[in-house]
């Protein structure tokens, strides 16, 4: 680093500081060399640190504050001082020595204490009790106490002499003069760049600040020399605030899907089984329906119109040419309440609802699964889903769609592969290589519905693509996530530092 440069671009509160930085020094002394306030100084050595001028380290200790009364005693006296100056005409009454001297009744307490063990008032009772002064005592009320010279210390206090050790152990024990408290004691030191610049005449370096309309106006600013920015040196980092990463990826998720054409549906997390599995032509001897895979809510629902149609699908096929799942279809099991365990029951509705086609929808919910937590598996997470309704559509064009939408999401080592829906046929499985567990992470499955999932809904065969992907494991690629239980961690410093997202379309 040329020092030379260096030294034009010193702010004015490093250039002020650094002469008084010749050795190792503690904040308090520098203040108090400088005449610069603590927080002035505390900028200074965090700017000369971050310029690597000094070495700049803290440390944890107890330190000796003036409590209230002891900031009272430095103005008003201690107690026993004033009690000695009320006696130093001759002896008193106790009771009129402690008006003279404006004690209450525990000051009174400890400085008739502390002065009889200091041999300097005697006490005798008469009519009533009379103090007097020793021969100690008035040599006392000619001299500085001990505890009076120690409230002079500059505080707080950190280090403490051997020989003040007893006074302040003594103070402690009293109320509120002196008290012990943990602080931060910062200790800065020159490292060789700074005793460079220490070396050079740093009045011959100074530089403006700023460009004012003065300088303008006169013509002054001609010749001079200003100050840089210096976007080079480290400066403490700022957090604003900001929401969840996984909420910002489900806006840009949004963004894409809309952008595409698509329009977004909603729907509640509680369903009956029959929106969930049956009119999706999931068995119902399937097990996803048992109770170690769902989450089972007690309570059941209402089946809609089209049950009876779903009912001929599961049982014969309906009209599609499949013979179905065989058997007798229960209506009750259909009734049961559960937390949904993907979006997709969305789409059947709409399909049951559908008046025209095309029909292109998207949703982004949470659903929920009963399985074992681990570093890729959550029990409850976000799925993308969506279909595309028209006769013209082939399972090609579902390709292109979960291409073209991976791609937005910045991955570029993509694969397919045949998979096994109950619903869908053909169908598959989409997975991206994770570079840091050298593992090929599944994504979500896609396919087009099965005949005996569309004609009960919709009435008649139309080819549907439809998807349904983890979120979680989509973003934890662009966040360097290595366990998706890290994305809902209560970690305050993750979600401080965690980048915005900020993925551009390809």
Request: proline fraction near 5%.
């Given at each position: 680093?040329d ?11 490093e250039r ?11 904040l308090?002394?520098?203040a108090k ?7 002035e100084?505390m900028?200074a050595?965090q700017w000369l ?6 070495t ?18 430095l ?6 001082r004033?009690?000695l ?5 001759g002896?008193l ?7 003279k001297?404006k ?14 063990k200091?041999?300097?008032v005697s006490?005798?009772k ?7 002064l ?6 006392l009320t000619e001299a500085?106490?001990?505890e009076?010279a120690f ?5 707080p206090?950190i ?6 050790k007893?006074i302040?152990d003594e ?5 509120d003069?002196?008290r012990?408290e943990?602080?931060t004691?910062w200790?800065a030191?020159p490292t ?10 740093l ?6 600040d ?10 002054k600013w001609?010749?001079?020399a200003f ?8 400066v403490p980092s ?8 996984v909420?910002q990826a489900?806006?840009y ?10 329009t977004?549906?909603?729907?509640p997390l ?10 999706l032509?999931v068995p119902?001897?399937?097990p ?12 059941k ?14 049982e014969s096929?309906?009209s ?6 065989g058997?007798?279809w229960?209506a009750?099991?259909?009734k ?7 979006d ?18 998207f949703?982004?919910?949470k659903?929920?699964?009963?399985e074992?937590l ?8 976000y ?23 991976f791609?937005?999401?910045?991955f570029?080592?993509?694969?397919i ?12 499985e ?7 567990k ?7 499955g896609?396919g087009?519905?099965?005949p005996?999932?569309?004609?009960p809904l919709l009435?008649?065969?139309v080819?549907?693509?439809?998807w ?10 662009y966040y ?5 239980r890290?994305i809902y961690?209560?970690d305050?410093?993750?979600l401080?530092?965690t980048?915005?997202?900020?993925r551009c379309p390809?």
């Amino acid at each position: 680093m040329d020092v030379k440069h260096l030294a034009q671009n010193l702010h004015p509160l490093e250039r002020k500081l650094l002469p008084f930085l010749r050795q190792r020094s503690t904040l308090p002394e520098l203040a108090k060399a400088s005449g610069m306030q603590d927080v002035e100084v505390m900028r200074a050595l965090q700017w000369l640190s971050n310029k690597q001028a000094i070495t700049l380290t803290q440390e944890e200790k107890e330190q000796l504050v003036l409590g209230n009364n002891g900031k009272l005693y430095l103005k008003q006296g201690l107690p026993e001082r004033r009690f000695l100056n009320a006696l130093a005409k001759g002896p008193l009454p106790v009771k009129e020595a402690m008006q003279k001297a404006k004690l209450d009744i525990n000051e009174l307490n400890i400085c008739l204490g502390l002065l009889r063990k200091k041999n300097a008032v005697s006490l005798v009772k008469e009519k009533e009790l009379i103090a007097s002064l020793t021969q100690e005592g008035k040599k006392l009320t000619e001299a500085e106490l001990p505890e009076e010279a120690f409230l002079r210390k500059a505080f707080p206090l950190i280090t403490i002499e051997p020989k003040d050790k007893s006074i302040s152990d003594e103070l402690l024990k009293r109320k509120d003069i002196i008290r012990l408290e943990k602080a931060t004691l910062w200790t800065a030191e020159p490292t060789t760049l700074g005793k460079d610049l220490l070396s050079l005449n740093l009045e011959s370096f100074s530089a403006l600040d700023r460009l004012t309309p003065d300088l303008l106006q006169a013509g002054k600013w001609k010749g001079k020399a200003f100050r840089e920015y210096d976007l080079t040196s480290k400066v403490p980092s700022v957090y604003g605030g900001k929401r969840h990463f996984v909420s910002q990826a489900i806006d840009y998720v949004r963004s894409i899907w809309l952008e595409m054409g698509f329009t977004e549906l909603t729907g509640p997390l509680v369903q009956t089984a029959f929106w969930d599995l049956d009119a999706l032509f999931v068995p119902q001897d399937h097990p996803a329906r048992q109770m170690q895979d769902t989450f089972f809510i007690d309570g059941k629902g209402k089946l809609p119109k089209i049950a009876d149609e779903v009912r001929k699908a599961h049982e014969s096929g309906h009209s599609t040419g499949s013979k179905g799942w065989g058997g007798k279809w229960d209506a009750e099991a259909a009734k049961q309440l559960m937390l949904i365990t993907h979006d997709t029951y969305l789409s059947a509705q709409v399909l049951s609802q559908a008046k025209t086609l095309p029909i292109k929808t998207f949703q982004i919910m949470k659903v929920f699964r009963n399985e074992a937590l681990d570093w890729k598996h959550l029990f409850e997470f976000y799925q993308v889903g969506g279909i595309v309704v028209d006769e013209s559509v082939t399972f090609c064009h579902l390709l292109g769609y979960l291409k073209q939408f991976f791609q937005k999401m910045g991955f570029e080592k993509i694969r397919i592969r045949p998979a096994h829906f109950p619903y869908v046929e053909p169908g598959c499985e989409v997975e991206v290589f994770h570079p840091e567990k050298k593992q090929w992470i599944e994504l979500g499955g896609a396919g087009v519905f099965r005949p005996e999932v569309v004609k009960p809904l919709l009435g008649k065969e139309v080819p549907v693509l439809a998807w349904g992907l983890g979120l979680e494991r989509i973003l934890a690629d662009y966040y360097k996530i290595t366990d998706l239980r890290d994305i809902y961690r209560n970690d305050i410093r993750q979600l401080k530092e965690t980048r915005y997202w900020m993925r551009c379309p390809r």
